[in-house]
Antibody
């Protein structure tokens, strides 16, 4: 059974750094792209970026390029989303999700449960 | 602001058919990228309903169907049920965004 299990909720202050995780199991981790999706309170879904754990190829939405870092560690079958300096506007639910083998033709077929990040002074 | 536009809301009585449009442009849907559709129930993670514009993953009821033509795509729910009340999002890729992905603006489906 494919599972993506995300790390727990975080409460941080503006300027803090943060790294949240998404552990994949039940499939060959290096075969599938895995990505991150943001949902701000009461708002829609936003595509942030995806990474391919086999060769670490990573693609970002221009809206998030330079603001976050997406990475993966195949030794622990875990993907990460990190910030070096959080802003209040980063307050949101963050979902990880797995694509199919072909990244553009298959959609995010499996999703994590979401990690709520709250940034407040 | 998303470059895939959906109507903010659609509604229908149980048993009726509703269609949600996803309007893009020549740099995304019109460029040949597939469209995927997701359902999000309140407080839960999204669920893939349609992939590759027309395909249903295993376990998705056949009352959900997808289509694509030109620069637009549609999700149709035939035989609306109370449990279909949710938010729905289309998703594709866009050459003007360095071929990164993009979600639609989202549509709230209300079952009357």
């Amino acid at each position: 059974e494919v599972q993506l299990v995300q790390s727990g909720a975080e409460v941080k202050k503006p300027g803090d750094s943060l790294k949240i995780s998404c552990k994949g199991s039940g499939y060959r981790f290096t075969t599938y792209w895995i990505g991150w999706v943001r949902q701000m309170p009461g708002k829609g879904l936003e595509w942030m970026g995806i990474t391919y754990p086999y060769d670490f190829d990573t693609r970002y939405s221009p809206s998030f390029q330079g603001r976050v870092t997406i990475s993966a560690d195949k030794s622990v079958t875990t993907a990460y989303l990190q910030w070096s300096s959080l802003k209040a506007s980063d307050t949101a639910m963050y979902f990880c999700a797995r694509l199919g083998i072909e990244p553009t033709g298959t959609g995010f077929s499996f999703w994590g449960q979401g990690t709520l990040v709250t940034v407040s002074s | 602001q998303s470059i895939l536009t959906q109507p903010p809301s659609v509604s229908g009585a149980p048993g009726q058919r509703v269609t949600i449009s996803c309007t893009g442009s020549s740099s995304n849907i019109g460029a040949g990228y597939d469209v995927h559709w997701y359902q999000q129930l309140p407080g839960t993670a999204p669920k893939l309903l349609i992939y590759g514009s027309i395909n249903r993953p295993s376990g998705v009821p056949d009352r959900f169907s997808g289509s694509k033509s030109g620069t637009s795509a549609s999700l149709t729910i035939t035989g609306l049920q109370a449990e279909d009340e949710a938010d729905y999002y289309c998703q594709s890729y866009d050459t003007s965004l360095s071929s990164s992905g993009v979600f639609g603006t989202g549509t709230k489906v209300t079952v009357l």
